[in-house]
C-alpha cells in the first residue's frame, strides 16, 4: 500500500490543520493506521492510531484532548484533525500502516511526510 500525506503549513498556535493521509495500492480496511511526527533534532514519535475494525484509537499524551485520529475506508483516506495547535506540535507528520491491532510501533508502511509548523 501507498500512503500519501497531505494537509500541513503554517499556523498560529492555537490554531487547527487537518491532515490527510491518502492510500493507494490496497484497501486501507485491513490495517491499524498511525500518525508520527518527528521535530528537527529529535526522534521520530508517536503520535495515534486507529484500528482496522472497530475504530478504536489510541493517542500519545502530549496530544490527547486535542488531536483526533479518523478514517474513512469508502475514500481510503485517514485523518488527524489537529486542534489547540502548539509550538511544540511543529515538525513532519508521517502516516503509515500496520497489520494487526492499535499499537505505537512496529508499522509496515509509510508515507512522505507534511511539515507543520506553528508559530508561537
Known amino acids: 500500500v501507498q500512503l500519501q500525506a497531505s494537509g500541513g503549513g503554517l499556523v498560529q498556535a492555537g490554531g487547527s490543520l487537518r491532515l490527510s493521509c491518502a492510500a493507494s495500492?490496497?484497501?486501507?480496511?485491513?490495517?491499524?493506521m498511525g500518525w508520527f511526527r518527528q521535530a528537527p533534532g529529535k526522534e521520530r514519535e508517536f503520535v495515534a492510531a486507529?484500528?482496522?475494525?472497530?475504530?478504536?484509537?489510541y493517542y500519545a499524551a502530549s496530544v490527547k484532548g486535542r488531536f483526533t485520529i479518523s478514517r474513512d475506508n469508502a475514500k481510503n483516506t485517514v485523518y488527524l484533525q489537529m486542534n489547540s495547535l502548539k509550538p511544540e506540535d511543529t515538525a513532519v507528520y508521517y502516516c503509515?500502516?500496520?497489520?494487526?491491532?492499535?499499537?505505537?510501533?512496529?508499522?509496515?508502511?509509510w508515507g512522505q511526510g507534511t511539515q507543520v509548523t506553528v508559530s508561537s
Open positions: 495500492g490496497r484497501s486501507i480496511s485491513i490495517y491499524t
Open positions: 486507529i484500528s482496522w475494525i472497530g475504530g478504536s484509537t
Open positions: 503509515a500502516a500496520r497489520r494487526g491491532g492499535l499499537a505505537d510501533e512496529v508499522y509496515d508502511y
